[in-house]
Structure formats: C-alpha cells, structure tokens
C-alpha cells in the first residue's frame, strides 16, 4: 500500500489543474447598493452577463495607488509639506475604507455572484490581509475577520458612491 504522500495531488485534491479557473464567489451588499450596482453598470456600458468584469474593473480602481495618491492633501507651503510628507502612504485611505465598512453591519443583504479570475481573487484576498493589519495597528486595535468579500463589498459601495447613486 503507497502511504499517502506517495499519491498524485490531483487523486488527493480531485482532478483541478494547477492552472485555476475562475472562482465563483458571493458578496453580501445592500439591497439597494444591488439596484444602484446595476445603474452603474448599465452607465458604464457593461451589460448584465458582464458583471464579473465589472467586478474586476471597479477592483482595480479601487485598489489603484495613483488614485489614492491624487485624492491626497497637497500642501500649500513649506510647513505643510513636512506634514504631508509624515502621512502614511497613499493604500492606507482604500485599507481604512475596508476597515471602516466592516465595522458596520449590511442591513437588509443581498447576495450577488461573481465569477473571478484567480489573480483577481488573489488581489482581493491580499487587500483583506493588508487592511486586516492596518486594523490591527489602530488605536484601538480593530480585530476583524476580513474576506475578499469583504473588499468587493467596499468596493463595490465605493464605486457606486462615485456616481452619486449610493443613497438610492
């Protein structure tokens, strides 16, 4: 008898290749963050079959560092470049966002499905474990158990605030 060490990962694991296909995976948003989602998707011209690459789409805007960088304090003088300067780096508004978003309940949830590529879920997962640290290191520290579901939620809520249409 082999010991089990000895057996193909693809008998243990089933027969998925290394390669990864895309994942299916669900968000809890708002009932009417669900409605407006789709105004905005809609305005942006993605139609409804092409909600995981808008899912993707607002991903990568909202983890975009140059964006966090142009939506920061720019000084008018001297004294306040040194301030400027000492703020934390431009991840930490989008981690302070997530953060934020987790300490408050979803009321009135909804439960939308995308299917992801791996390296975007790989992205998401990596947002969780950096704003999952930028908790921690709060005064008080924030202990919360953060998901990729929990940065599309946010940013999803953040894309959607962009065009006005959060309130609903």
Same mark, same amino acid.
Request: with cysteine; hydrophobic share 40%.
């Given at each position: /008898?082999?010991?089990? /060490?000895?057996?193909?990962?693809?008998?243990?694991?089933?027969?998925?290749?290394?390669?990864?296909?895309?994942?299916?995976? #669900?968000?809890?948003?708002?009932?009417?963050?669900?409605?407006? /989602?789709?105004?905005? /998707? $809609?305005?942006? *011209?993605?139609?409804?079959?092409?909600?995981?690459?808008?899912?993707?789409?607002?991903?990568?805007?909202? @983890?975009?560092? =140059?964006?966090?960088?142009?939506?920061?304090?720019?000084?008018?003088?001297?004294?306040?470049?040194?301030?400027?300067? #000492?703020? =934390?780096?431009?991840?930490?508004?989008?981690?302070?966002?997530?953060?934020?978003?987790?300490?408050?309940?979803?009321?009135?949830?909804?439960?939308?499905?995308?299917?992801?590529?791996? =390296? $975007?879920?790989?992205?998401?997962?990596?947002?969780? %474990?950096? #704003?999952?640290?930028? *908790?921690?290191?709060?005064?008080?520290?924030? %202990?919360?158990? @953060? #998901?990729?579901?929990?940065?599309?939620? $946010?940013?999803?809520?953040?894309?959607?605030?962009?065009?006005?249409?959060?309130?609903?």
């Amino acid at each position: /008898m082999k010991a089990k /060490m000895d057996v193909p990962a693809a008998e243990v694991f089933g027969s998925r290749k290394a390669a990864r296909e895309p994942v299916q995976i #669900s968000v809890m948003v708002p009932k009417k963050a669900q409605k407006n /989602m789709r105004v905005d /998707m $809609t305005t942006r *011209g993605y139609g409804l079959k092409e909600k995981s690459i808008w899912m993707k789409d607002t991903l990568d805007a909202f @983890l975009d560092t =140059e964006y966090w960088r142009s939506k920061r304090y720019i000084p008018d003088c001297e004294e306040d470049e040194e301030a400027a300067q #000492s703020e =934390e780096d431009p991840d930490s508004s989008w981690q302070r966002i997530v953060v934020d978003s987790e300490c408050m309940r979803v009321m009135d949830p909804a439960k939308e499905w995308f299917k992801l590529d791996p =390296e $975007t879920l790989d992205r998401a997962l990596a947002a969780a %474990i950096r #704003s999952a640290y930028y *908790g921690l290191h709060q005064d008080p520290p924030l %202990i919360l158990d @953060l #998901s990729a579901s929990s940065v599309l939620r $946010t940013a999803i809520l953040w894309r959607i605030g962009q065009t006005g249409s959060a309130g609903g």
